[in-house]
């Protein structure tokens, strides 16, 4: 049971921006463990950080949480077009996430918005809501314990998925239901096909193909992550999340990449470096929880 003390202190930690951000971001996942509207109150003071990375993962935590009491705020910073595009597009997926169908119009709304990743993201969001409306009972997370922003193809045959994951043509709520069934799949052939998705046309796929590879965990995806991430014309959005991928994986082939971008010019692909590269030691480490901020608390001085 944590007090309401200790709640404090952590989301403290999170808004402190003196503090390291790999710090901020075990605080982060932390408050997102607790829930409730205690934590939901300090991750959504944390908007105002100048870090879009934090506010990224600030929206993506929120929408994991699957609280509607999220909503407001959610709203808010997809509403804001003075927030980073990639900030303002967790924002959608996280309003698909909680799963509310009262937010149905305004993702509508929001599915012509000039920045093509937020209108994307909302398109996909309201495929979800209105795929939840017509399953009703289905589970909310998948294998990995993660509310995704479609639910996997029912398709099982890796060529298929590949092929529809690749198709350029199809509608980008049926590719990232293939390519959630592929990542649901493992073993190394997926991971291969799910790796060609980095080279496709939407930025925004090419970014989730990176999320999922990162929690797929499979090293054979190693050599085309830190190619995307080395590629300077890449949008920042995917090489962060290639970069986080690549933390995630936690292999040794994995570190010469994030060494190699920890000075990158961008400033959200350098501090994905640095949470990937704190991620990493958790995972080669003995800790059993990288969302550690409440242990560390209660550790005696």
């Not at 000039?114 to 998948?142: F, K, N, S």
């Not at 398709?155 to 198709?167: F, I, M, P």
């Not at 995972?283 to 550690?292: F, I, K, S, T, V």
Request: net charge negative; glycine share 8%.
């Amino acid at each position: 049971m944590v007090t309401e003390q200790e709640l404090d202190a952590i989301g403290q930690v999170l808004v402190d921006a003196k503090q390291p951000l790999q710090v901020r971001f075990r605080a982060l996942f932390t408050l997102r463990g607790l829930g409730g509207p205690g934590a939901i109150a300090w991750i959504s003071r944390a908007f105002s950080d100048d870090s879009a990375l934090l506010k990224h993962e600030l929206a993506y935590c929120l929408g994991q949480m699957q609280d509607a009491r999220a909503i407001p705020v959610l709203v808010g910073v997809l509403q804001d077009t003075s927030q980073e595009p990639m900030v303002r597009h967790e924002a959608g997926e996280a309003l698909g996430a909680i799963g509310n169908p009262e937010v149905l119009d305004l993702l509508k709304q929001y599915s012509t918005d000039p920045v093509v990743e937020v209108a994307e993201t909302c398109q996909l969001a309201v495929g979800r809501l209105e795929w939840l409306q017509e399953h009703p009972g289905e589970p909310a997370a998948g294998p990995y314990l993660s509310v995704d922003p479609a639910p996997p193809a029912d398709e099982q045959d890796l060529g298929r998925l590949r092929e529809a994951l690749l198709d350029e043509a199809r509608p980008l709520f049926d590719r990232y239901r293939a390519m959630f069934a592929l990542r649901n799949a493992g073993g190394r052939d997926a991971a291969l096909a799910l790796a060609e998705g980095l080279r496709c046309g939407s930025a925004l796929l090419r970014h989730e193909v990176g999320y999922v590879l990162g929690q797929l965990q499979h090293e054979a995806a190693v050599p085309a992550l830190a190619a995307a991430l080395a590629r300077p014309a890449e949008s920042a959005m995917v090489r962060h999340e290639c970069a986080e991928a690549l933390g995630a994986i936690a292999r040794p082939a994995c570190l010469p990449a994030l060494r190699a971008h920890a000075a990158d010019p961008e400033r959200v692909v350098r501090e994905s470096c640095a949470v990937a590269l704190d991620v990493w030691a958790h995972e080669r480490g003995a800790g059993l929880h990288y969302a550690d901020a409440l242990q560390r608390l209660r550790a005696p001085p």
